[in-house]
């Protein structure tokens, strides 16, 4: 006897999956040839110049940036990804029970005492003056 519905093959399907991909990709392509072609090719300083949300621009956008703001945004990164950590720990708390809140404590003692240390060596204070540069009056 003969089943009600035959399993679909994997090109029955895929095929609309890929014939999907196959059609954005060309509207995409097409609306960037197209754009290309017909745009209008007008190059001017005002043009050019980066826009600063209605505020006028002032120094060269080339300047450096200081370390802390490299630094802070490693931290950031840093502690959102310890903070994504205690989610899968809060799902199985419970089987856990006294041993897994024991890890858990001291997991977040280590990262308070990581960002008490660079709280204190003043890697978060944007105010305090660099080396070597003026401080402005």
Known sequence: ??????????????????LQA??????AI???TVSYL???KVRNKVKDTPYESGIVP???????????FYLVGMLFILFDIEAIFLYP???VYR???MFGFIEMAIFVILILS???????????????????RPVRK
């Open 30 to 32: 097409g609306l960037l």
């Open 89 to 91: 720990w809060v799902v």
């Open 58 to 68: 002032t120094g060269d956008a080339r300047h450096r940036f200081s370390v802390k």
């Open 95 to 97: 089987d856990l029970k």
């Open 1 to 18: 006897m003969l089943p009600l519905h035959p399993q679909p093959t994997y090109t029955e399907l895929y095929f609309p999956v890929l």
């Open 38 to 40: 017909l745009g209008k």
């Open 22 to 27: 196959l059609i954005a990709m060309g509207l």
């Open 114 to 132: 990581g960002f008490f240390y660079i709280w204190k060596k003043g890697a978060l204070d944007w105010a305090a003056p660099e080396a070597g």
